[in-house]
Nanobody, 127 residues
Framework: QVHLVESGGGVVQPGASLRLSCAAS????????VAWFRQIPRKGREFVAA????????YYGQSVKGRFTISGDNAENTVSLQMNSLVPEDAGEYFC????????????????????WGQGTQVSVSS
């Protein structure tokens, strides 16, 4: 089973950028779809972004579309989440998740699509 470790979280002001990384213990390309979810205080867990097993298809939650970008680095076995124009509503704990099953618009949002999860990294956005 693949082991995932997130990093890159921190405390930033509104409008700032952060880049989160998800480091995997094994090859992801053509093996795992990878997604980012976030746990927002007083709101719960929500889907942020996902990258297909092939690395060619991306999906984004409505609230982050146009501001966040998910990408993979096959050589490093990592998936990154570039977050721009951060707003206080983006604050929360971000989790990286991976699953061997293919994803599509009907399954990408579901947590059960992903079998493996990282420990999370905290993102705070405040003035």
């Amino acid at each position: 089973q693949v082991h995932l470790v997130e990093s890159g979280g921190g405390v930033v002001q509104p409008g700032a950028s952060l880049r989160l990384s998800c480091a995997a213990s094994e090859r992801l390309f053509d093996n795992y779809a990878v997604a980012w979810f976030r746990q927002i205080p007083r709101k719960g867990r929500e889907f942020v972004a996902a990258l297909s097993r092939s690395g060619t298809d991306t999906y984004y939650g409505q609230s982050v579309k146009g501001r966040f970008t998910i990408s993979g680095d096959n050589a490093e076995n990592t998936v990154s989440l570039q977050m721009n124009s951060l707003v206080p509503e983006d604050a929360g704990e971000y989790f990286c998740a991976a699953g061997q099953r293919p994803i599509d618009p009907n399954t990408v949002l579901n947590t059960w699509t992903y079998n493996y999860w990282g420990q999370g990294t905290q993102v705070s956005v405040s003035s």
